[in-house]
């Protein structure tokens, strides 16, 4: 998170307030108090209570629109996301207000969710049935690791239409075959069919941490800096590969981004006259 955060300040400096949404859990570089950056409780987004604690993303995406002061028009970060390079609102929003999402030349596998589906594939084959019972279309496309650009009001829309795959998504507090990917698919979808969003291409770089050539991978990323988006992701790390991993990681990040953000604790605040995120 501190990286991604660093990211964020190197290149759109033109967002206004960060929201960083956590358990009660801050970690003691952050500076709370640095104008622009908020921490938000899950107590704070959850309509109901009593469904906390969670341990599930989708059902803590679920709930984001429910961030007080949130603009209409927002981007969506998970912490293993990085801006790469320099950008614009342009390559998120349309002028008009549309949002825009990127899809992935991979493919939702076929039939109903099962048991030997990794999260990702279950939710993603639940937003298809839904955007096909709904629209009569089919989506095939899984959405990059990117971040989201996503609207308040259609959130709120697609909660108080879809009101029971939602509130199901919500209550669960452990990733389940029943869960909905809200923000990182079912709004592109649903906004789509709407005519709210569009498709659109982002320079983008996924890199698996397990992947036996990740050193190579992350050398070329820090020479070229050619990408706007980056994701690092671990999917099937095993325990005995965590030392190898951590070291590259911390080489590359700390190369990538040497400059400490104003939101880390010592750093300068933003005086008058200068523009926080």
């Keep these: 998170m501190r ?8 290149y759109a400096p033109w967002l206004r307030t960060v929201y960083v949404i956590t358990d009660d859990q801050v970690p003691p570089w952050l500076d709370t108090a640095v104008p622009g950056l908020r921490v938000v409780s899950h107590k704070e987004i959850f309509s109901d209570p009593s469904l906390l604690p969670t341990f599930n ?38 002028a008009n207000g549309l949002t825009k999402f990127f899809p992935s030349p991979v493919l939702i596998p076929p039939g109903p969710p099962s048991g030997e589906d990794p999260p990702v594939d279950a939710a993603g084959k639940n937003t298809r049935a839904l955007i096909r ?28 239409r879809f009101p029971e795959p939602h509130h199901a998504t919500a209550s669960s507090r452990l990733r389940s075959l029943d869960d909905q ?30 992947h036996p ?32 991993q951590q070291a590259l990681l911390t080489a590359f990040l700390e190369a990538y981004f040497p400059v400490p953000s ?16």
């Design 57 to 94: 993303s989708h059902a803590i995406e679920s709930q984001l629109h429910h961030i007080d002061g949130l603009s209409e028009h927002f981007l969506y970060f998970n912490d293993d996301v990085f801006l790469g390079r320099l950008t614009i609102p342009q390559d998120f929003f349309v």
């Design 3 to 10: 990286y991604s955060l660093r990211s964020l300040r190197q």
């Design 181 to 210: 990917a809200v923000v990182s698919s079912l709004h592109h979808y649903y906004a789509f069919h709407t005519a709210r969003a569009v498709p659109a291409r982002l320079r983008y770089a996924y890199l698996d941490l397990s």
């Design 213 to 244: 050539g990740l050193g190579v991978r992350l050398d070329r990323l820090l020479a070229r800096r050619d990408r706007h988006v980056f994701c690092l992701n671990d999917t099937v790390s095993e325990e005995a590969e965590r030392a190898e």
């Design 262 to 277: 104003v939101y880390e604790a010592g750093r300068p605040r933003p005086g008058p006259g200068r523009r926080s995120p």
């Design 133 to 160: 019972a709904t629209f009569g279309t089919v989506i095939a496309q899984k959405i990059k690791h990117t971040p989201h650009a996503l609207r308040r009001s259609v959130l709120y829309e697609i909660e108080a």
